[in-house]
Nanobody, 126 residues
Framework: VQLQASGGGLVQAGDSLRLSCTFS????????MGWFRQAPGKERQFVGY????????AYTDSVKGRFTIARDNAKKTVNLQMNSLKPEDTAVYYC????????????????????WGQGTQVTVSS
């Protein structure tokens, strides 16, 4: 399994960005997919996840109502739509795959994910 994250960039506060994660390998629909981020000098933080079937989602409180995760199992992609971006959203964003999650759930804990993408930088200026 390989994951490739893309779509990062430099934007102004209030702008939107959409990150994409492309999955290479078998059985994408067997994996819950998560997004995490890491700012300089800080620990990796959970952003959100989407369940294997795309029905279950969860987000960290700071992004609720602004970020949305969606997946396309046929195209083996998962997207993170980020609206109303704030300077505190600045970080490297990582997608990750978890093959132990149940059909309708995922995990908030990075050590439960089996595969990681390389990260894409998001910088939000004030």
């Amino acid at each position: 399994v390989q994951l490739q994250a893309s779509g990062g960039g430099l934007v102004q506060a209030g702008d939107s960005l959409r990150l994409s994660c492309t999955f290479s390998g078998r059985a994408f629909s067997n994996y819950a997919m998560g997004w995490f981020r890491q700012a300089p000098g800080k620990e990796r933080q959970f952003v959100g996840y989407i369940s294997r079937n795309g029905v279950g989602t969860a987000y960290t409180d700071s992004v609720k109502g602004r970020f949305t995760i969606a997946r396309d199992n046929a195209k083996k992609t998962v997207n993170l739509q980020m609206n109303s971006l704030k300077p505190e959203d600045t970080a490297v964003y990582y997608c990750a795959a978890d093959n132990t999650a149940s059909t309708y759930s995922g995990s908030r804990y990075y050590n439960e994910y089996d595969y990681w993408g390389q990260g894409t930088q998001v910088t939000v200026s004030s």
